[in-house]
Structures are given as C-alpha cells and as structure tokens.
C-alpha cells in the first residue's frame, strides 16, 4: 500500500519587521508500486526524428533504441511510435489504421519493430507537429491516465518559428509528461529544456548514438516503475499571505510557481506528475503581513494530494523574535537548495553569455558557478565545469575559460545544470 510522508525543514524565527517565511519540505512516496498496465490506465508514445539529419549511424542506432524500447513496454500499456521531421506521422500503428493507439501484445510489439525498421531519413523539423500528433494520439484513449512520452532528436527545430513551438507546448502542457532527448552536437538545449520543463520530465544529452537504446531502456522502466499517475503539492496560506515561490529543488530545479491553479482562494495547486518509490524536495517561499515580537503564526501548509485526497502534509510555521541568535541563523537546507537553484541558473546564463561571444560575463557567471559548487557539495557540476574552464580558486570562483572546450562538454554541463546534490542531513 502506497504511503506518503512530508518534512519540513526551516528557521521559522523571523526579525521585528520580517515578513519572508523559507522552508524546504521533503515529500517521500514508498510502496507505490508500479504502473497499472494490466487495466489499460497506462500510455506510451515515442517520438523519432526522421529529419533528414538523421542518416546513417544515428538513425540505425535511434531505430535500434526504439526496438530495445518496445521490448520494455509491459502487455496491456497502451502505445504507438511517431516519426517526426517537418510534418509528424504515425508510423504505428500504420496510417491506414482504423485506431491511432494499440495496447501491447506480442504480436503488436512484432508489428511496432517492423514499423520502426522501414523509417528513412528526410525533410525538415518542426517539432511543434510531433508534440501536437503525440496529444492527438493519447486523447483517443481516455482510460489511459498516466501518459508518457519520449522525444528523441538531434537537430534544431528549424522548420518553423521558435512561436510555433512554444505555442504547442502551451496547448499540451498537463495533458501528458514528455522525457525529451538530443543526439550529438546539433540540437539546442534550449528547445528540448522548454519541452521537457513544461512536460515534467527531463532533457539529456546523448553524446554518441550508441547509448540511445541503453537510455530509452532507462527511461522506460523508470516511467512503468510510476505507480501514481498523478500528484500535485498544494499550498494554503492565511489571509494577506503571498506565495513567493514554489520550486522543485531535488532531484532536479524545476520552478512550479507559473503553474500554480486555484483550489481555493487561499489553496493553490502545483504540478508534480507522476510518482513511483521515490523522494521529492521542494523549496516553498510565502510572504507574511509583519507581526509584534512574541507573535507565532501559521505560514503555510503544504500538502501532497493524489486523486484529490491529501496523503501527507506538513506545516511552515512564523515566530517573530527580537532575538538575534535565534533570527540570524539560516536553515542549512534552505541555504543549500538557494543555492544550488542559483548554481542553475549562473551556468545557463554563463553558457549563453559564451555562445553570444560576451567572455567577459562568460568568465564572470561560470565563476560565480564554480563558487556555488564548491560551497554546495555538488561535485558533479565542479566536474562538468572543469571541462569548460580553468579553475585558478574554487573558494572564490577564479577562472578562466577553456579554449580548447569540445561544444560537446558545453552541452553536458548545460543539461546537467538543473541537476542537484542532496542537502547532507
């Protein structure tokens, strides 16, 4: 039986004055089991570029992957697989096809390799029409609740106006998650992060073709392992309080506060996908009218709700105190996850600043980058960055940008940026 737990981590003494409340709290899932295949609540999609980029070894080895995929797709999970360039078409189940989506048998999964076997290499891209066809296909099957899709590519969305892509993702965004991944050097970060930040999912870099099938496999059974469709965290805050700020600060730095819907005037509800066996930390700022010293009050209360029922809460509390010794000390957690949301960001925008061919504030963020790394415990990202730049001082993040930086390392260190170190508790 699925059980659900959430703490809550925080300094809840605020100054004479103060009116910021921090906490982060820490949602744990166990015993969720896995998806329901078996009851047809679960849908696959797998998206291909077919543009014609894709030739020769990348193809071969995406067609591959897609294979290896649907080997890893339980009988029972609704799926299909669309091949994307400049216009998206169902590759299966075929386009003459009186249905768009099958569920998964042997024989159907027979069918789905042959299909994924006749896939050539042409035209443009446009991603928009591969996202948009995905939704079209999950909408015929209403029973599937949890709904998944993988969206592999290697180019540039170059085929339309970066307009049209975002509008897309608007217009699908909460009716499915999408796990996006690039293929070697060609494809923007930027496009796939837009995608996959919106779809709740993640966005990879797959240096060489070869890992495409060892990653799709991957993801497949992190996405059967959900054996919660659906969650969302909801926040309450009393009368005169403002939600600063919702962000998702581990595993990965999602912030949620755009997505926020009303439940009611005082409770929103943020987006949090689908959950298997797992542990979620969230960073939850809520501004408060100032109180007299002495005064205690209730910041918020945060809770996780599955299907519309609350399965674990926890409570971010205000003490005002003229106590400085109490006051002045700053949560370890929320430091740590302030931080490591700010080490994010500085490497995007330092990268960004490097491609626009401003070194100055290149050499600057990914300074400041290095800085943060070091005083979070995120060895990863230190290890990223030094292929990028020359490190002379971590402690005070002097350094200088390598010449010699493959495009290759630029981009792992950009989608790797979000990813976070656990707080040491």
Same mark, same amino acid.
């Given at each position: 039986?699925?059980?659900?737990?959430?703490?809550?981590?925080?300094?809840?003494?605020?100054?004479?004055?103060?009116?910021?409340?921090?906490?982060?709290?820490?949602?744990?899932?166990?015993?969720?089991?896995?998806?329901?295949?078996?009851?047809?609540?679960?849908?696959?999609?797998?998206?291909?570029?077919?543009?014609?980029?894709?030739?020769?070894?990348?193809?071969?080895?995406?067609?591959?992957?897609?294979?290896?995929?649907?080997?890893?797709?339980?009988?029972?999970?609704?799926?299909?697989?669309?091949?994307?360039?400049?216009?998206?078409?169902?590759?299966?189940?075929?386009?003459?096809?009186?249905?768009?989506?099958?569920?998964?048998?042997?024989?159907?999964?027979?069918?789905?390799?042959?299909?994924?076997?006749?896939?050539?290499?042409?035209?443009?891209?446009?991603?928009?029409?591969?996202?948009?066809?995905?939704?079209?296909?999950?909408?015929?099957?209403?029973?599937?609740?949890?709904?998944?899709?993988?969206?592999?590519?290697?180019?540039?969305?170059?085929?339309?106006?970066?307009?049209?892509?975002?509008?897309?993702?608007?217009?699908?965004?909460?009716?499915?998650?999408?796990?996006?991944?690039?293929?070697?050097?060609?494809?923007?970060?930027?496009?796939?992060?837009?995608?996959?930040?919106?779809?709740?999912?993640?966005?990879?870099?797959?240096?060489?073709?070869?890992?495409?099938?060892?990653?799709?496999?991957?993801?497949?059974?992190?996405?059967?392992?959900?054996?919660?469709?659906?969650?969302?965290?909801?926040?309450?805050?009393?009368?005169?309080?403002?939600?600063?700020?919702?962000?998702?600060?581990?595993?990965?730095?999602?912030?949620?506060?755009?997505?926020?819907?009303?439940?009611?005037?005082?409770?929103?509800?943020?987006?949090?996908?689908?959950?298997?066996?797992?542990?979620?930390?969230?960073?939850?700022?809520?501004?408060?009218?100032? =109180?007299?010293?002495?005064?205690?009050?209730?910041?918020?209360?945060?809770?996780?709700?599955?299907?519309?029922?609350?399965?674990?809460?926890?409570?971010?509390?205000?003490?005002?105190?003229?106590?400085?010794?109490?006051?002045?000390?700053?949560?370890?957690?929320?430091?740590?996850?302030?931080?490591?949301?700010?080490?994010?960001?500085?490497?995007?925008?330092?990268?960004?600043?490097?491609?626009?061919?401003?070194?100055?504030?290149?050499?600057?963020?990914?300074?400041?980058?290095?800085?943060?790394?070091?005083?979070?415990?995120?060895?990863?990202?230190?290890?990223?960055?030094?292929?990028?730049?020359?490190?002379?001082?971590?402690?005070?993040?002097?350094?200088?940008? =390598?010449?010699?930086?493959?495009?290759?390392?630029?981009?792992?260190?950009?989608?790797?940026?979000?990813?976070?170190?656990?707080?040491?508790?």
């Amino acid at each position: 039986m699925a059980t659900f737990r959430a703490e809550v981590f925080q300094n809840e003494f605020l100054p004479d004055g103060g009116t910021d409340a921090h906490a982060i709290v820490t949602v744990t899932a166990e015993g969720v089991g896995g998806a329901a295949t078996t009851a047809g609540g679960v849908a696959e999609i797998i998206m291909v570029d077919t543009s014609g980029s894709m030739t020769g070894q990348t193809l071969a080895a995406a067609k591959h992957a897609a294979q290896v995929a649907l080997d890893h797709v339980p009988d029972g999970t609704w799926f299909a697989i669309v091949g994307g360039s400049h216009v998206a078409q169902r590759v299966f189940p075929y386009p003459n096809a009186p249905v768009a989506i099958v569920q998964m048998e042997p024989r159907a999964r027979a069918e789905g390799k042959r299909a994924v076997e006749r896939l050539v290499a042409q035209g443009g891209t446009a991603m928009s029409t591969w996202l948009r066809l995905a939704d079209q296909i999950f909408a015929t099957q209403p029973a599937a609740t949890q709904r998944h899709a993988i969206l592999l590519t290697d180019g540039k969305n170059e085929s339309e106006p970066r307009s049209e892509l975002s509008a897309a993702i608007r217009d699908v965004t909460g009716r499915f998650q999408c796990d996006a991944r690039g293929v070697g050097a060609h494809w923007q970060v930027d496009e796939l992060r837009e995608v996959a930040t919106a779809l709740l999912g993640g966005v990879e870099l797959i240096a060489d073709p070869a890992g495409i099938a060892d990653d799709f496999r991957d993801l497949l059974t992190a996405s059967m392992a959900r054996g919660v469709a659906d969650a969302q965290l909801r926040v309450w805050t009393p009368q005169g309080g403002q939600v600063l700020f919702v962000r998702q600060v581990a595993p990965t730095v999602e912030d949620l506060t755009a997505r926020r819907t009303a439940v009611t005037p005082l409770i929103g509800a943020y987006p949090t996908g689908a959950w298997a066996d797992e542990s979620r930390d969230y960073h939850v700022a809520v501004r408060l009218p100032s =109180k007299p010293v002495g005064s205690e009050q209730l910041a918020a209360r945060v809770q996780l709700a599955v299907a519309d029922e609350v399965v674990a809460s926890g409570l971010v509390k205000a003490v005002w105190s003229d106590d400085s010794s109490l006051t002045a000390r700053i949560s370890p957690e929320v430091a740590h996850y302030t931080g490591q949301a700010e080490l994010a960001d500085v490497i995007q925008e330092g990268l960004a600043a490097k491609a626009a061919g401003d070194e100055a504030t290149a050499t600057v963020k990914l300074g400041r980058a290095v800085q943060l790394a070091k005083e979070t415990g995120n060895a990863e990202a230190t290890s990223r960055l030094r292929r990028v730049v020359e490190i002379d001082d971590e402690e005070h993040g002097t350094v200088r940008l =390598k010449r010699s930086a493959s495009k290759l390392d630029e981009m792992a260190l950009d989608t790797a940026s979000t990813k976070t170190s656990r707080v040491r508790r």
